[in-house]
């Protein structure tokens, strides 16, 4: 299982990586692992705002459909459209294959989130 030390990670295995007030939420290689092979991804669109804790994403993989949580709460600037030509990228290379971009509401919500030290602790 690959965790990069520069990402936040959740416990419901999403990663942000931060840059200024835009935070880019991806799903962890334990999660795409455990999900298996992801054929689909409905991603919300731009300009929806989403909270902290709220499904904002769908991923269908041969297994099963699985929601993803946002970290945090704030608006939806970017997604990730490559992905729903692609969707197999998630698993080839999770930690580049971001799904949205969010811009923060409230960067303290950050704080709630786990180092990557931490994070791998959850997953053994």
């Not at 993803?68 to 290379?93: A, K, Q, R, T, Y």
């Amino acid at each position: 299982m690959k965790v990069l030390s520069e990402l936040k990670y959740s416990e419901s295995h999403e990663w942000v990586k931060v840059e200024g007030n835009k935070a880019y939420i991806g799903i962890t290689d334990y999660a795409q692992d455990h999900l298996g092979d992801v054929v689909y991804v409905d991603l919300p669109e731009v300009d929806t705002e989403i909270e902290a804790g709220g499904q904002c994403i769908v991923l269908e993989s041969v297994k099963a459909a699985s929601e993803v949580f946002s970290p945090l709460s704030g608006m939806v600037v970017e997604i990730n459209e490559s992905l729903s030509d692609n969707p197999s990228f998630i698993n080839e290379s999770p930690y580049e294959a971001w799904l949205i971009a969010v811009e923060m509401s409230d960067p303290s919500e950050l704080s709630g989130l786990m180092s990557a030290e931490d994070y791998e602790k959850i997953c053994d």
